[in-house]
């Protein structure tokens, strides 16, 4: 059974940061490309990050480059996304997602508020 278990999201004051977590179990995850999207209310799913299989390759949204760090444990089977200098742009609902033509898996997400 395929799952993929976001944790780590919580509520932080503008300029805080937070480490968002992605378990993953029931699939070859050292095989798998891993992606994190967000989603704002009102607003499409975007990818925020993703990296290649073996975390040789990254790649990330304009509007987090320089403030997110994508990031793989293999040996873990878990995917991190370390984010700095929150703003409250960043709301929204984080999933992960992992990818290997034809699948492709998402957990069910976890909110990260940024607020005064």
């Known amino acids: 059974q395929v799952q993929l278990v976001e944790s780590g999201g919580g509520f932080v004051q503008p300029g805080g940061s937070l480490r968002l977590s992605c378990a993953a179990s029931?699939?070859?995850?050292?095989?798998?490309?891993m992606r994190w999207y967000r989603q704002a209310p009102g607003k499409e799913r975007e990818l925020v990050a993703g990296?290649?299989?073996?975390?040789?390759?990254?790649h990330y949204a304009d509007s987090v480059k320089g403030r997110f760090t994508i990031s793989r444990d293999n040996a873990k089977t878990t995917m991190y996304l370390q984010m700095k200098s929150l703003n409250p742009e960043d709301t929204a609902v984080y999933y992960c997602?992992?990818?290997?033509?034809?699948?492709?898996?998402w957990g069910q997400g976890t909110q990260v508020t940024v607020s005064s």
């Open positions: 997602n992992a990818v290997s033509s034809p699948n492709s898996y």
């Open positions: 990296m290649s299989s073996h975390g040789g390759v990254t």
């Open positions: 029931g699939f070859t995850f050292s095989g798998y490309a």
